[in-house]
């Protein structure tokens, strides 16, 4: 193998991949990349053997081949050279690569490639094309409600529904649901659910960046997106993802409106004297107004008050504070609508703008019992 | 208790018994300016009282064993205390440190009469602590009081209802609350020493509002409750005494499995769960310590209760033979996230629990039991049922049942 990369075509490859690898180090050949050299282009691919990514970048090979490296030295050793440098990568003597540029000189130890996964294919299966575009921010709504607890490892994704011309992505931690849909025109999917466990979600929010296109596909045990330039894939999550549709559907009778950034920054400044384990604020809604208090037993209290679209009888409720600032971050939007039955039932929240349609962002947080 | 922190001294350090001992500031050599905070008994003879300076108690006693008081160590006896008194009635109201009103009207029928109460008390304090406590049982506060006050040390004085007058009318007007020195000054001049006196004078304008009050008080009519300062339950705990004790392992989880189930009972009957299990242990060498884990949500299910608790006790368990086990839950009042998909997936155990609860109220307590409870130490079947056959082919191996 000797090839000429760019810098900045290697940076942003190994930047992809490199969050896949084992970060452990238990077993030596999943902390590598492997490398392949062939026509005009650089292959890369990652693997932790559940996600598993590939990336290819435009390359000016003399001599094809493959090899595998360490994924993060290489990384931070591509990282380390001078921006807008040509980058030469040559296996000349057993056991090793050398790393070249202008002035620099690395020889760096290599794995056998034959000890690298085979990694998934799609081998045929039928794709469906999404926006990229759709994909990254369905993504941006909605993953940060997926759970970091492994004990229910089948909410630790999120549920991709393709169906008609929408695309929609559920995430839920058993104590908040996030619902993203966006429509896109002129498609005509047939319906097609799929989990995609959470390293997969943070890797493809990655893979789709720049691209316009994405292609899904399944396997009998795999999820596989791809883009002309990378290739995602990862195995299929057992596990039945919770009855979302009546969560989504539900509705509180005293609907207040407030502005998103006034509600985010009380949310920050009270919840400071919550509890720092259970970060539990009281939420009131009364006619025109909301207040937000907090109290922790050894610290003492906080309130305040802020205007607020809200007409009803007043409602009490309690939340996790950094649940409420988890979703309201992710908005843009100028205005949020809350949704409250009483102080037992969730609360549900949406950007006020937000029409009926087939487009929507929605939100359902239980209550804490303060 | 009586003469509380000098008693704990004496109990803790047996080279004071027969000495006066006095706890309060350090009386360097006379000079010191604090007070005392008691004497024990053999102080006492010596003139030495609670409250008075120190160098005053110095003068009068120099041979005294001076202590400053240690009140960590008397506030954890005096919970020990609190303990035993809320194993008889929850309406406990403490006073001080040292001294409580409990109000065992509802106790009655479980535990006897107030005397048979206050002597169990008694005896309780006595074991645990080795302390003595005197009591007074009256049928208002300010009697029971004065009572418990009467015949100290290890006192036990019952005022019959309807004696109350009779009891206090002899007692010298300072055994009332509100009465100081200036107060009996005063009613001194108007020739009123007794309670008696000043329940039957009519001197109540002398003395103003407060007059009424006192007069009030002279002829026993004292209505205030006994108030709980406690407010919700803080912890609930069960714990068992070994006849003998036990080295099992199958035997020790045995017991914890009982008591994980009666606890998950008592707190499902308060409709209570809370996120810190605790183990106590006590090991044949009367070392007592106990264990805590917090959990992530809060928790009532007997088997969630049993699997923190064996793993406490794994951790502390070792060649000792152990005397006494117990399981508390503690931290109710944290604010509890509500889940989405409660409903669906109620926790599996939650839903075991509510069944025996259902099968046991219907059929009786042994109708549905553990399969470990049919066996005995050996892990051979024990019960049987009403005509002798045993129990245990009926319900499978109880060995696998674990």
Excluded at chain 2, 106 to 132: C, H, M, W, Y
């Amino acid at each position: 193998m000797e090839i000429t990369v760019r810098r900045e075509d290697l940076v942003r490859d190994l930047q992809v991949i490199q969050g896949i690898v084992d970060r452990r180090g238990a077993i030596a050949i999943l902390s590598n990349a492997l490398l392949v050299a062939s026509n005009d282009s650089l292959s890369l691919s990652a693997t932790d053997l559940d996600v598993s990514v590939k990336a290819v970048c435009p390359a000016r090979v003399k001599k094809g081949g493959a090899t595998t490296l360490p994924a993060r030295k290489l990384h931070d050793i591509v990282k380390a050279l001078p921006s807008g440098s040509d980058i030469l990568l040559r296996d000349d003597e057993e056991g090793f690569v050398s790393v070249q540029s202008e002035r620099t000189n690395y020889k760096v130890a290599t794995l056998p490639k034959d000890d690298f996964p085979t990694l998934p294919e799609s081998k045929g299966a039928q794709e469906i094309a999404l926006p990229a575009a759709v994909m990254s921010r369905l993504i941006g709504k909605t993953s940060f409600a997926i759970t970091v607890e492994d004990a229910r490892y089948y909410l630790g994704g999120a549920l991709l529904i393709v169906h008609g011309d929408t695309v929609t992505m559920v995430t839920t931690d058993g104590h908040r649901l996030c619902f993203a849909r966006e429509k896109v025109e002129g498609a005509k999917f047939k319906e097609e659910r799929v989990l995609i466990p959470r390293k997969a979600i943070n890797e493809l929010k990655q893979v789709t960046e720049g691209e316009e296109t994405i292609f899904f596909s399944r396997t009998e045990n795999h999820l596989i997106f791809r883009t002309p330039r990378r290739t995602l894939t990862s195995k299929l999550v057992e596990g039945q993802f919770p009855a979302h549709e009546k969560v989504i559907a539900a509705k509180g009778p005293k609907v207040g409106q407030t502005k998103r950034t006034e509600l985010l920054d009380a949310l920050r400044r009270v919840s400071l004297l919550s509890t720092e384990r259970s970060r539990a604020i009281r939420l009131t809604m009364k006619p025109g107004e909301i207040e937000l208090h907090a109290s922790s037993p050894d610290q003492g209290e906080a309130v305040e008050t802020f205007a607020a679209e809200y007409s009803g009888e007043q409602v009490d409720i309690g939340f996790n504070a950094q649940y409420l600032i988890d979703f309201l971050s992710v908005l843009s939007d100028a205005e949020v609508t809350i949704e409250l039955k009483d102080s037992d039932a969730q609360g549900i929240f949406y950007p006020t703008s937000q029409k009926d349609g087939d487009s929507m962002h929605r939100y359902v947080l239980m209550p804490m019992r303060l | 208790m009586d003469a509380f922190y000098a008693a704990v001294e004496e109990r803790d350090r047996p080279e004071l018994r027969g000495k006066p001992v006095i706890i309060g500031a350090d009386p360097k050599g006379g000079a010191g300016r604090g007070v005392v905070s008691t004497a024990n008994y053999e102080a006492r003879k010596f003139g030495v009282g609670s409250a008075m300076p120190i160098s005053t108690a110095f003068r009068l006693c120099p041979q005294g064993v001076f202590i400053s008081p240690d009140m960590s160590k008397y506030s954890a006896i005096s919970l020990e205390i609190r303990a035993i008194f809320e194993a008889f009635t929850d309406l406990v109201e403490p006073l001080s440190v040292d001294e409580a009103f409990l109000d065992v009207t509802a106790s009655v029928r479980l535990f006897g009469n107030g005397e048979g109460i206050a002597r169990a008390i008694k005896a309780r304090i006595k074991a645990e602590t080795r302390l003595t406590a005197s009591v007074g049982v009256a049928s208002a506060k300010l009697i029971a009081k004065i009572a418990s006050d009467l015949r100290k040390p290890d006192g036990l004085v019952v005022v019959p209802p309807g004696t109350e007058r009779a009891f206090l009318a002899p007692l010298p007007v300072r055994r009332l609350w509100g009465i100081g020195p200036k107060m009996e000054e005063r009613l001194a001049k108007l020739g009123i020493h007794t309670v008696g006196q000043l329940a039957d004078a009519k001197v109540t304008r002398l003395l103003g509002t407060h007059g009424l009050d006192l007069q009030r008080l002279a002829r026993g009519e004292d209505d205030r409750p006994v108030v709980s300062d406690s407010g919700p339950a803080k912890s609930v705990s069960v714990e068992h005494t070994f006849d003998v004790d036990e080295g099992n392992p199958r035997a020790l989880r045995k017991a914890l499995l009982r008591l994980a189930d009666e606890l998950s009972r008592r707190l499902r009957a308060e409709s209570l769960a809370g996120r810190t299990v605790t183990l106590k242990y006590r090991d044949e060498t009367f070392r007592t310590t106990t264990h805590a884990r917090s959990g992530r949500a809060p928790t009532n299910v007997a088997s969630e209760l049993f699997e923190t608790a064996s793993g406490l006790f794994d951790d502390v368990h070792g060649s000792l033979k152990v005397r006494l086990l117990g399981i508390g839950v503690s931290g109710f009042t944290e604010p509890v996230q509500r889940g989405l998909f409660e409903e669906e997936s109620p926790r599996r155990g939650a839903r075991i629990d509510e069944l025996r609860d259902r099968v046991r109220e219907k059929f009786g307590r042994e109708a549905l039991v553990r399969a470990s409870d049919l066996e005995d130490e050996k892990g051979q079947e024990g019960r049987r049922d009403p005509e002798g056959h045993p129990l245990q082919a009926r319900l499978g191996n109880p060995r696998k049942a674990r």
